[in-house]
Protein backbone atom coordinates (compact mmCIF):
# COMPACT_ATOMS: atom_id res chain seq x y z
CA UNK A 1 0.00 0.00 0.00
CA UNK A 2 1.34 3.59 -1.12
CA UNK A 3 0.19 6.66 0.89
CA UNK A 4 -1.93 9.22 -1.57
CA UNK A 5 -0.21 11.66 -3.46
CA UNK A 6 -0.02 15.27 -1.81
CA UNK A 7 -3.11 17.24 -1.88
CA UNK A 8 -2.50 20.76 -3.30
CA UNK A 9 -1.40 23.17 -0.48
CA UNK A 10 -0.66 27.36 -0.36
CA UNK A 11 2.72 27.19 1.08
CA UNK A 12 3.26 30.40 3.38
CA UNK A 13 -0.04 31.10 3.48
CA UNK A 14 -1.79 31.97 7.10
CA UNK A 15 -4.86 32.16 8.42
CA UNK A 16 -5.65 35.56 8.83
CA UNK A 17 -6.15 36.60 13.15
CA UNK A 18 -9.75 36.21 14.85
CA UNK A 19 -11.52 39.93 14.94
CA UNK A 20 -11.15 41.29 18.34
CA UNK A 21 -14.33 40.99 20.19
CA UNK A 22 -16.64 43.24 22.58
CA UNK A 23 -16.17 42.45 26.34
CA UNK A 24 -19.64 43.34 27.35
CA UNK A 25 -21.31 41.22 24.80
CA UNK A 26 -24.53 39.01 26.48
CA UNK A 27 -24.39 35.50 27.60
CA UNK A 28 -25.71 33.18 25.07
CA UNK A 29 -29.56 32.58 25.66
CA UNK A 30 -30.17 36.59 26.43
CA UNK A 31 -32.09 38.36 24.47
CA UNK A 32 -30.93 41.57 22.59
CA UNK A 33 -34.08 43.49 22.16
CA UNK A 34 -33.86 46.08 19.16
CA UNK A 35 -31.53 48.59 18.33
CA UNK A 36 -30.52 50.89 20.69
CA UNK A 37 -33.12 54.20 20.57
CA UNK A 38 -35.92 52.21 19.50
CA UNK A 39 -38.78 51.85 22.23
CA UNK A 40 -39.80 48.89 22.75
CA UNK A 41 -42.96 49.75 24.87
CA UNK A 42 -46.07 47.88 23.81
CA UNK A 43 -48.44 50.32 22.31
CA UNK A 44 -52.35 50.14 22.13
CA UNK A 45 -53.62 48.46 18.86
CA UNK A 46 -55.38 51.85 17.00
CA UNK A 47 -57.93 49.77 15.04
CA UNK A 48 -59.49 48.17 18.53
CA UNK A 49 -61.29 51.07 19.47
CA UNK A 50 -64.75 50.74 19.06
CA UNK A 51 -65.05 46.99 20.44
CA UNK A 52 -66.59 45.39 17.69
CA UNK A 53 -65.32 42.28 16.13
CA UNK A 54 -66.57 39.77 13.61
CA UNK A 55 -68.61 37.44 14.61
CA UNK A 56 -70.29 35.59 11.08
CA UNK A 57 -68.51 35.16 7.92
CA UNK A 58 -69.99 34.38 4.49
CA UNK A 59 -67.10 32.92 1.55
CA UNK A 60 -68.26 32.70 -1.79
CA UNK A 61 -66.43 31.09 -4.21
CA UNK A 62 -67.48 31.84 -8.11
CA UNK A 63 -65.08 31.26 -10.30
CA UNK A 64 -65.67 32.28 -14.05
CA UNK A 65 -67.21 29.17 -15.77
CA UNK A 66 -67.20 26.93 -12.95
CA UNK A 67 -69.58 25.73 -10.22
CA UNK A 68 -69.86 28.20 -7.51
CA UNK A 69 -69.60 27.64 -3.68
CA UNK A 70 -70.24 29.19 -0.58
CA UNK A 71 -70.23 28.94 2.96
CA UNK A 72 -71.70 30.58 6.31
CA UNK A 73 -70.09 30.46 9.20
CA UNK A 74 -71.31 31.68 12.53
CA UNK A 75 -69.17 31.57 16.32
CA UNK A 76 -73.04 30.54 17.47
CA UNK A 77 -72.06 27.25 15.89
CA UNK A 78 -74.14 27.33 12.64
CA UNK A 79 -71.36 26.19 9.75
CA UNK A 80 -73.86 25.86 6.90
CA UNK A 81 -72.85 25.19 2.79
CA UNK A 82 -74.38 25.27 -0.52
CA UNK A 83 -73.26 24.34 -4.40
CA UNK A 84 -74.57 25.85 -7.57
CA UNK A 85 -76.06 28.88 -8.44
CA UNK A 86 -79.79 28.57 -6.53
CA UNK A 87 -78.15 26.99 -3.22
CA UNK A 88 -75.79 29.56 -3.34
CA UNK A 89 -78.17 32.75 -3.04
CA UNK A 90 -80.34 31.09 -1.17
CA UNK A 91 -77.77 30.35 1.42
CA UNK A 92 -76.73 34.46 1.06
CA UNK A 93 -80.29 35.34 1.61
CA UNK A 94 -80.09 32.46 4.65
CA UNK A 95 -76.85 34.33 6.13
CA UNK A 96 -78.82 37.79 5.83
CA UNK A 97 -81.83 35.98 7.76
CA UNK A 98 -79.36 34.58 10.55
CA UNK A 99 -77.88 38.12 11.41
CA UNK A 100 -81.77 38.98 13.09
CA UNK A 101 -81.88 35.57 14.91
CA UNK A 102 -77.85 35.00 15.99
CA UNK A 103 -77.69 34.67 19.81
CA UNK A 104 -74.88 36.12 19.88
CA UNK A 105 -75.82 39.32 17.86
CA UNK A 106 -79.35 39.92 20.07
CA UNK A 107 -79.76 40.04 23.18
CA UNK A 108 -81.58 36.85 25.36
CA UNK A 109 -82.93 39.01 28.60
CA UNK A 110 -86.26 39.67 27.67
CA UNK A 111 -87.39 37.49 24.70
CA UNK A 112 -90.03 35.54 24.68
CA UNK A 113 -89.72 31.58 23.90
CA UNK A 114 -91.13 31.00 20.42
Not at 48 to 69: E, K, M, N, Q, S
Not at 91 to 114: K, N, S, V, W, Y
Amino acid sequence: MSNPPPTKSLTGHRPAPAAPQPVDTPAIGVPKGVAEGVPTAVRPDPQAGDGRYPVAWLHICAPRGAVPTATSKCLCGRDRSAIGHGKVHALIADHEAHRDTCPLRTPQEGRTAA
